[in-house]
């Protein structure tokens, strides 16, 4: 497959398979007489990989960890221990944007609480009342 081929097939832009390729997330690709870059049914699997894994939360160094690991035959308690942590880091994410989202919803509802009139004074941006 060429480069065009696998862009239309995985929808990721020749900009960022080349990035990908220059950060080892895939293997080089080897290239014809006329020097088009051409790639192998491998490159498919692994572009949904990393697809994946970012949806995951996953960064890009992580993954190519995560690659390494498969391509070494690495134990499943190692790549099990690394999603282990990104959930655990996800999860504590998660825990400060409720508690983002219920200081700012206590804030908007001390502005509100009188109506037209409470957002009429001069704002007080204050959160004591919350949390």
Request: proline share 2%; hydrophobic share 25%.
């Amino acid at each position: 497959m060429r480069t065009k081929d696998i862009v239309e097939r995985t929808g990721i832009d020749k900009e960022t398979l080349r990035f990908y390729e220059s950060k080892g997330l895939l293997p080089e690709s080897k290239r014809t007489e006329s020097g088009y870059r051409v790639f192998n049914s491998e490159t498919l699997t692994r572009i949904q990989f990393i697809t994946t894994a970012k949806q995951a939360g996953f960064t890009l160094s992580e993954i190519k960890g995560l690659i390494d690991l498969q391509q070494n035959s690495g134990p499943c308690r190692s790549s099990r221990d690394i999603a282990k942590s990104k959930k655990t880091e996800i999860s504590d994410k998660i825990k400060a944007l409720k508690k983002m989202d219920k200081m700012l919803t206590s804030f908007i509802s001390e502005c509100e609480k009188n109506g037209e009139k409470g957002l009429s004074k001069p704002c007080h941006f204050s959160f004591e009342k919350c949390c």
